[in-house]
């Protein structure tokens, strides 16, 4: 598993949509610091197991999503440039509810649903 490159992580070039920008070994080898609109997978290449990011809500929490599906809830990583991720992305918290999909590297927000809370 290669390293991050600085030249591919501190691209500049401006990043209009969302795309995977590395890969790591481990989900617990994905960097602090991950660039705006950018994702890093973890696992092998051809069987990730995960895929991290941060949310592109005003918070930016950390968004860690599995791949590997041999376990549940599931994801899967349809394209990496731009990305795009299926089903949705739902994250419920006290605090918090963002729910939006990744496609062709853009977001789309998924309106509230006041009867499903």
């Not at 501190?10 to 960097?31: F, I, K, N, Q, T």
């Not at 950018?38 to 197991?49: C, D, F, I, N």
């Amino acid at each position: 598993m290669g390293k991050l490159t600085w030249l591919r992580w501190w691209s500049p070039r401006l990043r209009r949509r969302w795309e995977v920008v590395g890969r790591v070994a481990a989900a617990d080898e994905v960097p602090d610091k991950l660039p705006r609109r950018g994702a890093v997978v973890a696992g092998p290449y051809g069987q990730p197991h995960w895929i991290a990011f941060d949310c592109p809500c005003r918070d930016r929490h950390r968004v860690l999503l599995n791949l590997d599906k041999h376990r549940w809830p599931t994801w899967s990583l349809a394209q990496e440039r731009p990305l795009t991720l299926r089903p949705s992305i739902d994250d419920r918290t006290s605090d918090r509810h963002c729910h939006y999909v990744i496609r062709e590297g853009r977001i789309y927000w998924v309106p509230p649903n006041p009867e499903a809370d």
